[in-house]
T-cell receptor, first 113, second 117 residues
């Protein structure tokens, strides 16, 4: 079963607006990661936030993590047409050393020029 | 980081045939992963390909249907056997790059888009 559930499933916004997508997970984690997938291609790693971090920034990306609620959010500011893609959260098992990731259901983001 | 070359990028196959997908990495890695992504869905892990030992399959996936080879630390193949239209998906390989432990960022190939008629 999927570890992460994401919402919304799909999101359309105007270029320049901010986009927020959320991820909820079920078990304890060491870290949570976000990936982007452009039109059925391979996934690209965006950002990793560790379980002892609450917020992390990378360029126009801001990720938050609330381990008490088992949830994370990804904010993309000042969106661009090139941000159109599917976004997935991913979590590893809590046991140290296991490198498998379980991917969430994904959010399809469309930026309208 | 790691650069992964996956081929073919797409194929259209007839029911009952088999397709072998190749994944080549530009550096030596311990684990390689094979995923299936059905249309409009998330990624589902098929198996972990370990060099020097048999692949580890996830629940719902069996070796007879998805045989995997891992002859060295930079290369792996996934075969989709006796295909049916339900096998139409994107198949992705990935590797982990990092120091292991809590650092487990995955790098992906571009994927193989398979259509079975």
């Amino acid at each position: 079963s999927q570890q992460g559930e994401e919402d919304p499933q799909a999101l359309s916004i105007q270029e320049g607006e901010n986009a927020t997508m959320n991820c909820s997970y079920k078990t304890s984690i060491n870290n949570l990661q976000w990936y982007r997938q452009n039109s059925g291609r391979g996934l690209v790693h965006l950002i990793l936030i560790r379980s002892n971090e609450r917020e992390k920034h990378s360029g126009r990306l801001r990720v938050t993590l609330d381990t008490s609620k088992k949830s994370s959010s990804l904010l993309i500011t000042a969106s661009r047409a090139a941000d159109t893609a599917s976004y997935f959260c991913a979590t590893p098992p809590s046991n140290f050393g296991n490198e498998k990731l379980t991917f969430g259901t994904g959010t399809r983001l469309t930026i309208i020029p | 980081s790691a650069v992964i070359s996956q081929k073919p990028s797409r194929d259209i196959c007839q029911r009952g045939t088999s397709l072998t997908i190749q994944c080549q990495v530009d550096s030596q890695v311990t684990m390689m992963f094979w995923y299936r992504q059905q249309p409009g869905q998330s990624l589902t892990l098929i198996a972990t390909a370990n060099q020097g030992s048999e692949a580890t399959y996830e629940s719902g996936f069996v070796i007879d249907k998805f045989p995997i080879s891992r002859p060295n630390l930079t290369f792996s193949t996934l075969t989709v056997s006796n295909m049916s239209p339900e096998d139409s998906s994107i198949y992705l390989c990935s590797v982990v790059s990092g120091s292991g432990g809590a650092v487990n960022i995955q790098y992906f190939g571009a994927g193989t888009r398979l259509s079975v008629l």
